[in-house]
Structures are given as structure tokens and as C-alpha cells.
């Protein structure tokens, strides 16, 4: 049976609610990436692989719940043809180069996770982040991942530079969104499968 990491709650600024009430913000907390483990995410890599073949990219973009980020997208303001969310960014790429290629340790987790369950994931370097994540609107007017102190990051967008997470972070707070329909469980799948590829204990 698998062990569902502690997922915690972020808070959706009540305005931001009132406009997407099925909008919610889910996070974990978790140990670094680990070249050991290199092996593994490769190996995982090559099975998405070979699950999908070239003729059948198309599918990562067209299941239920990549078209759920892709019709939240639409609603935030953003064209998803041209501001590609991380899933359809993969889909590119993988028709580009004709395989999912393998980048930094993090990258992978994150990829194997996404590929597996259609939702995108980010992560953050846990010292950087004070308090807990919230979405809300920031000065211009703009949907954002913040903390207690500032934003991070926009919405459906990698974190600021300064406050991603890399390889060399020891601790990390992975965070994904949940838009229309999908499924919390989905979510915590996605969860699981970074939480199989990177160390549990972010102690």
C-alpha cells in the first residue's frame, strides 16, 4: 500500500476564492534530490517512454486533467498555446528530440511525477519559504504564489530564481494546484511519486 506523504494545506486569499472556487493549494515537505537515485528516475524515464510512443504525445495534452490546467489557464488570462505549462512544455520536447530526455536529479522527480498523473509540479527551497504558501493577487493585480512575505512565483509559472529549488537544496516544498475537477487524490499521487524518487525525512 502506499504511503501517502503529509500534505499540507495552503490558503486561497478569499477574493481569489470567490473567483475560482474549486481553486485549492496543496504542498510537501520533503528531503533533496540524490544523484544515488539517478538510476532509478532514469529507468522510470525510459518506461514513460516506451508508454508513450511518438503517435501518442498528443494524448499527455488531451486527458481530463491536463485539460483542466490548460481551461484554468484560459481563465487567469494566459494563452496555454504560448505560456506552456509544464506538461504541455514535456509533450514539445518529447516530439522534438523523440524521447523524454533526462535533466537535473529534481527535474526528473518532477518530470516521472507529472508524466504519471498529468498534474504539474514545482518546487521551492524550503529555507527560503516563510510561513505557509498561499495564492492570492499581488500588487499589479497578478495571481501568485506567495508566503509571509512576498511572492515566489506567478501562478502556473517556475518559482523566482532566487527561491527555486535546485539540486543542491537540502530541504524542498513541492506544491501543485488543484483546478477544476481534478481529483485531490490525483494530487497526492503526484506527491507520492516525487516522494519515491527524493528523500522522505526534510527534518
Same mark, same amino acid.
Given at each position: ?16 476564492? !470567490?473567483? #475560482? ?14 544523484? @544515488? ?13 516506451? !508508454?508513450?510512443?511518438?503517435?501518442? +504525445? ?13 481551461? #484554468? ?22 516530439? @522534438?528530440?523523440? *524521447? #523524454? *530526455? ?55 509559472? =517556475? =518559482? ?18 488543484? +483546478? ?10 503526484? #506527491?507520492?511519486?516525487? !516522494? ?6 526534510? !527534518?
Amino acid at each position: 500500500m502506499r504511503e501517502v506523504p503529509e500534505v499540507r494545506a495552503g490558503v486561497v486569499d478569499v477574493a481569489v476564492k !470567490r473567483d #475560482f472556487p474549486a481553486l485549492a493549494l496543496r504542498a510537501i515537505l520533503c528531503g533533496g534530490a540524490d544523484p @544515488r537515485g539517478s538510476r532509478h528516475r532514469h529507468a522510470r524515464l525510459d518506461e514513460l517512454d516506451d !508508454r508513450v510512443r511518438l503517435a501518442a +504525445v498528443g494524448g499527455l495534452r488531451t486527458d481530463s486533467v491536463a485539460g483542466a490546467y490548460r481551461a #484554468f489557464a484560459r481563465q487567469i488570462g494566459l494563452d496555454p498555446d504560448v505560456d506552456l505549462n509544464p506538461l504541455d512544455r514535456a509533450a514539445l520536447d518529447r516530439l @522534438r528530440s523523440g *524521447r #523524454f *530526455r533526462s535533466g537535473s536529479h529534481l527535474g526528473d522527480a518532477l518530470l516521472v511525477a507529472m508524466l504519471e498523473t498529468s498534474v504539474p509540479l514545482w518546487a521551492l527551497n524550503a529555507p527560503a519559504v516563510r510561513g505557509d504558501l498561499r495564492v492570492l493577487a499581488d500588487a499589479d493585480g497578478r495571481l501568485a504564489i506567495a508566503d509571509d512575505r512576498w511572492p515566489l512565483a506567478a501562478l502556473l509559472a =517556475p =518559482p523566482r530564481s532566487d527561491v527555486a529549488a535546485t539540486d543542491g537544496s537540502d530541504r524542498l516544498v513541492v506544491y501543485a494546484l488543484r +483546478v477544476g475537477s481534478v481529483p485531490l487524490t490525483t494530487i497526492e499521487e503526484a #506527491f507520492w511519486h516525487v !516522494r519515491a524518487s527524493l528523500p522522505g525525512d526534510a !527534518r
